[in-house]
């Protein structure tokens, strides 16, 4: 453990508590409350009397029905006999449940720089290397490096699109490239897609588990956290091979025994809401995502900002040879604004911060970006 990264979310929000008045451009959250349907279905979970005791390993059956829906209809994903939705206590708990189900220590996964950070804590919690394979200028995958890297301890190549942390979504092409490559070496691609409806400009989710043949070698990891201000009920799921439900119920049953299942219920009545519930909010959030940018146009010259079409995040390249982590606490003290460092998501050479807006209003947001670019524009 002693060799795992410290999450660097709770020691930044120490420096914030110890700055009162800090506008927090750090934590990856949204600002809106789960939609009334979630709430509406808690009585019904409170008046079935067996609902105290646990239920099944994988989740209850009408949840299950609800996510499958959902999956055929937005991510173009179809449940048939090879292939099965888990339930998990949020998208980390699926991503832990797979790196145990699939690998040995001593095992490889690639990761791609710049990693959530929590992947790369878990791959290593569970005795395997991470092998980090470095995106391009504009954070998009390098299919040819990742083929590069590809050893007979490989066993799964990891994306995360629309991307933690640095809000780029990959191109269907590079995402059919990579399942592909998994397919003929014999390994899983894990798609972890907790931002799928958060994308920007025209721009299409696309699910690699919707590819013809794709079901026995792909892992697909989702969340309710983000589109349903769903954090602290701690609710996701997983599509999995149907070869590898075992294990993963041997994994689940261990840590969980089940997820909560007033959690589920309320998921139950999350994914039963109307559509208009998450694309006002995305309407929202679009128009702060709108705000952001014009703000960071005024750091042209001070960092580069590439594209990035989704998720709720743009990730900085600053240009300093300024340690990160010194930045990021002179930020916070000096300025009342707070970054995280991009060291934490693996990039250890040059100066980067990720910028997250979700948590804020539109009003907010601004004054913390303003804050950010003076902070940047005085230090630097």
């Known amino acids: 453990m002693e060799a795992v990264q410290s999450p660097i979310i709770p020691i930044v929000g120490e420096l914030i508590r110890n700055t009162p008045g800090t506008i927090s451009l750090g934590q990856g959250v949204v600002s809106y409350p789960p939609p009334p349907e979630a709430i509406e279905l808690l009585p019904k979970f409170l008046s079935e009397e067996s609902n105290n005791l646990y239920k099944q390993v994988i989740g209850i059956p009408p949840l299950i029905a609800a996510i499958q829906a ?16 888990v339930v998990t206590a949020g998208s980390n708990m699926g991503f832990v449940n797979a790196v145990l ?68 979504v990959y191109p ?4 059919r490239a990579v ?18 409806y958060f994308t920007y400009n025209g721009v299409k989710h696309v699910s690699p588990a919707s590819f013809p043949g794709s079901s026995k070698h792909t892992i697909s990891l989702f969340s309710l ?34 997820p909560p299942v007033i959690s589920q219920y309320a998921a139950l009545g999350a994914l039963q809401s109307s559509p208009k519930y998450i694309q006002e909010n995305i309407s929202k959030l679009a128009k702060v995502r709108s705000a952001v940018l014009d703000s960071l146009q005024k750091l042209e010259g001070i960092c580069t900002i590439a ?33 995280l460092p991009g060291t934490t ?10 910028v997250a807006y979700g948590a804020l209003q539109q009003e907010t947001a601004k004054a913390g970006i303003e804050r950010l670019v003076t902070g940047l524009k005085n230090i630097l």
């Open 172 to 175: 269907e092409a590079s995402l």
């Open 101 to 168: 189900t699939i690998t040995s220590p001593g095992d490889e996964i690639i990761l791609n720089a710049p990693y959530y950070f929590n992947h790369e804590m878990a791959t290593i919690m569970a005795g395997c290397h991470p092998v980090i394979i470095e995106t391009d200028e504009n954070y998009q995958l390098r299919v040819d490096a990742i083929e590069k890297a590809i050893t007979p301890k490989t066993r799964a190549i990891v994306t995360i699109s629309p991307n933690n942390p640095t809000g780029v």
């Open 225 to 258: 956290s983000k589109a349903y201000g769903f954090a602290s009920w701690r609710i996701g799921y997983m599509v999995i091979p149907s070869d590898l439900l075992v294990s993963i119920q041997k994994v689940q049953d261990t840590i969980l025994i089940c």
């Open 307 to 339: 594209p990035a079409d989704g998720a709720f995040y743009f990730f900085l390249k600053v240009h300093t040879s300024m340690d990160t982590f010194t930045l990021v606490e002179r930020l916070i003290k000096e300025y009342q604004v707070a970054a």
């Open 179 to 196: 399942n592909e490559l998994c397919r003929e070496r014999g390994i899983y691609h894990i798609s972890d897609e907790a931002y799928d």
């Open 345 to 354: 998501f693996g990039m250890n050479q040059g100066c980067y911060l990720r």
């Open 70 to 85: 959902k999956l055929q209809s937005f991510n173009g994903i179809e449940i048939k006999d090879d292939n099965c939705v």
